[in-house]
Structure formats: C-alpha cells, structure tokens
C-alpha cells in the first residue's frame, strides 16, 4: 500500500509536467500549430458580472482562453508487466484518475491503451499481444470518468507485448484527423517498445523474458528505431510527447559481456533493455525514453519523467499533465477596466507588468500570465482565478469624532 501510494504521487507530478509543456507562450514550449475557435470549457463562466457602482465588476471568476486549452490523448502501456510481477496499473490508474479530476475544464482527455486485446490465437505475442491499440475514448473535456472506467476495464492480460511504435502512430493518424493547434501525447510505460518482427534477435537489446537468440524472437527486441521514428512525425505535425517511464525495476548494469557462437554480445547480458558496450552490460531503457522525450519536444534537463518509485507517479503525472495548462484567459468586459481591477491566484493579488516578464499584462479581451505566476498555474492541482475592483480592496476605516 506504501509503494502505490508513492506511485500515485508521480504519476501526478507527470500529469503536471504534460500541463507545463502545452503551457501558453509565458513558457516558450507550445509546438506549432493551428488556432481554432473553440467553445469555452463548460461549467466555467468567462465572466460573473455585476454592475455595481464603481468599475462596475465586482468579481470575476475567469476561465482559460479556448483555443488555449490542451488536447492530451493519454498512451497508456497494457503489457503484461505492468501488472506483474509488481501491479503498476492501479497506481497508474488512481494518479491519472486524480490529476484529471483537479485538471479538468482545463485540458481535454483521451485515452488509447495497447495494445489492443484480443482474443488468444496461439499463445504467442505475435499473434495476440502486439496488436496496436486504438482510441478508447477520443479527447474532448468532461471525459475524465470514462477514461478511468476504461483503464479500470482494461486490466493488462498475459501474454501482452509492447507495441509503443504502432500506439504511437495510432495516435499521430488520430490528432492529424483532430487538430486543435495544442495536441500532446502523454505516453505513459514501464519498459522498452517491442513488438517488431523486423528486428535481428541474435544481436537486437532483449527486453524482458527470455534471450532473444534462444527462440528466434524478434517480437521481444527494443524497437528503438521505429519508436523514435513515430515520435519524430509527431513532433513535424506539432504533436508534443510527453514520457512517463514506470519503474522499470533494477537491472544488472555492468556485469560483463561478449559474444558466444550461437548469439551476440547483448545475449550475455541480463534481459531487460541491457546493451553490450566494451564488454561491459549498460542499461538502455533510460536512455531510450530520454531520447523519446527529446524527440517529443518535452524533456526536462534532457531526461523523461522518470518514475524510480511508485510512491512517486502521482507527482509525475501531476507534473506531465500540468505543464500544459495555459496560462492565458478570458477578460470579457473586464478589458475595459484594466486600470480599476485587482487579478488574484488563489486570493492572492497577482502584480501587473507590462515588461511581460513576471505578473500578469492584458489586452483585446484576454488577459496572461507570465513568470512565477504562470508556474504556479502548472502545478497540475485547481486554482481559482479572479478579478475584482480595485476599490474593494480598501474598506473604509472608522470615521473620528
């Protein structure tokens, strides 16, 4: 219970990371795109107004400018690990479950799990466990209790493979067929992809199981290639990636290596993503999603978000998703009055600067934050933003004798 507490926690601080990374232009990381006229989140009114004397606005609860709000279709890994011989999936679950419910009228959610079951044909992965997935429930806002019952549902099976490069362009040929000019991927796995049938086992990195070379199984080599490959066209369509990696456990780094007569190098060393580089084994699983995050457009420092313990996922996830919370809103009639109003985060006053360097600055009907202030709102948890006249702000004091 401990551990998947943890879990819970990073998974959420990805979540968040998703919202900084399609976060308005305050932060310089949404990719290019199209801008669309959107309807405004439901549930959240541009503008309460009044019309009191004074401004004539005594409170405004402000609501986040449509064409800004993300469209994140979530590529949640259902291979066989993630239920054993640790469970991953609950924990994935409940975080995912948990940052969208703060995040959500703020960016619209889908999921797309793989890969896709099926019923057994033979046993073999190559027949039932690399099917690519499809989209379970395409993106839209309020979707977040059918994307949690479907992850619930869609429990992992034995025998079930990682197809990451299929899920991937599953996923491109969706958002290509839906974009919103903010569409991300937040990719969600705890190994390396596989499933190519293509690749040569006697000399491909093995991923868990058994050797490669042993059973002439190409289904169980790392696709690094072909993953990077999906990303990268993602990435030229404006798609961001976001990654996830789920505690892909301990692995033998650094026993040493060589090659034998009936396999390569990379046999020797212990299944589970390890390379044989000058006779020594080197773990490339984290590497891997690292360069996945790079070629996304969304790595942090140059690394994925890493999730070594699932006490941490929730954090993770949290992270991920809030990075691409925007950080631009409607005004309204506010606009007018942008000399009489106070904007508060949360209750408390926000400065404005029209250096746009930290505070907030306003015009034609929307109104930004920039600096610390953005941050603030990619924390992937619920804020409440407000305007209000300026003289609400002093009451006055007792009058004198």
Not at 309 to 315: F, N, T, V
């Amino acid at each position: 219970m401990r551990q998947q507490s943890r879990l819970r926690q990073i998974v959420s601080g990805v979540l968040v990371a998703l919202a900084a990374v399609v976060t308005s232009s305050c932060c310089d990381r949404r990719p290019l795109g199209l801008s669309h006229d959107l309807a405004p989140p439901p549930g959240l009114p541009l503008v309460e107004q009044a019309e009191p004397a004074g401004c004539g606005i005594v409170e405004g609860l402000l609501s986040p400018h449509a064409p800004e709000v993300p469209q994140v279709l979530l590529v949640v890994d259902r291979s066989t690990s993630m239920v054993a011989p640790v469970d991953r999936w609950t924990p994935v679950t409940d975080a995912i479950a948990a940052v969208m419910a703060e995040l959500s009228g703020r960016a619209r959610f889908g999921l797309l799990m793989y890969p896709r079951q099926l019923p057994p044909a033979l046993g073999f992965p190559g027949w039932d466990g690399c099917v690519e997935g499809v989209v379970n429930v395409e993106p839209a806002l309020g979707q977040e209790e059918k994307i949690v019952d479907a992850l619930r549902a869609g429990r992992p099976a034995e025998g079930s493979g990682t197809p990451t490069a299929a899920a991937l362009r599953t996923a491109a040929q969706w958002l290509g067929d839906h974009p919103t000019g903010r569409d991300y991927v937040l990719l969600a796995t705890d190994g390396g992809p596989g499933c190519n049938p293509g690749l040569d086992p006697n000399e491909c990195i093995c991923l868990l199981g058994s050797r490669c070379c042993d059973f002439f199984d190409s289904y169980n080599c790392l696709d690094e290639s072909a993953t990077l490959g999906a990303i990268r066209s993602l990435s030229d369509a404006g798609v961001g990636t976001l990654v996830l990696g789920i505690d892909p456990g301990v692995q033998a780094e650094g026993q040493s290596c060589e090659a034998t007569p009936w396999c390569g190098a990379n046999a020797a060393c212990a299944v589970g993503g390890q390379e044989c580089i000058d006779g020594a084994c080197r773990d490339q699983f984290a590497r891997l999603l690292d360069d996945m995050a790079v070629a996304g457009n969304t790595a942090v420092d140059g690394r994925h978000y890493e999730v070594s313990d699932l006490g941490e996922l929730e954090r993770q996830v949290r992270a991920a998703a809030g990075s691409l919370i925007p950080c631009l809103y409607d005004l309204g009639s506010a606009d007018a009055k942008l000399d009489e109003i106070v904007v508060t985060i949360d209750d408390r006053p926000i400065d404005r600067d029209s250096s746009r360097s930290d505070g907030w600055e306003a015009g034609a009907g929307r109104l930004e934050f920039f600096g610390e202030a953005c941050e603030v709102l990619h924390d992937g948890r619920v804020h409440d933003v407000r305007t209000h006249c300026a003289e609400a702000e002093a009451e006055p004091g007792p009058k004198g004798p």
